[in-house]
């Protein structure tokens, strides 16, 4: 049973950093692709970031240069380092395995202008 479980979200003031880390089991995730998904209230979830299995990522325009997806796989865990936040990184982030339906339950980011 494939499980992803979030963490690292909090409350931060704009300008702030924080590290998101999402840990997995049953599935070892250097063999795939992993992705951050975000879902802001009342916008629809969009692809923050994406790290795929050569180590080659890609970011979302929004995030680029600021935003950090790596992956630890002797942790089996990936992360996302989010430096220079801004109030419209406040959100729901999410892991998840691309193209297929392993998501974890989020945690929530929340940055104070």
């Known amino acids: 049973q494939v499980q992803l479980a979030e963490s690292g979200g909090g409350l931060v003031q704009a300008g702030g950093s924080l590290r998101l880390s999402c840990a997995a089991s049953g599935i070892i995730l250097y063999t795939r692709s992993m992705a951050w998904y975000r879902q802001a209230p009342g916008k629809q979830r969009e692809l923050v970031a994406r790290?795929?299995?050569?180590?080659?990522?890609n970011y979302a325009d929004s995030v680029k240069g600021r935003f950090t997806i790596s992956r630890d796989n002797g942790a089996n865990m990936v992360y996302l380092q989010m430096s220079s936040l801004k109030a419209e990184d406040t959100a729901v982030y999410y892991c998840t395995v691309p193209m297929t339906d392993y998501w974890g339950q989020g945690t929530r980011v929340t940055v104070s202008s």
């Open positions: 790290i795929f299995s050569s180590g080659l990522t």
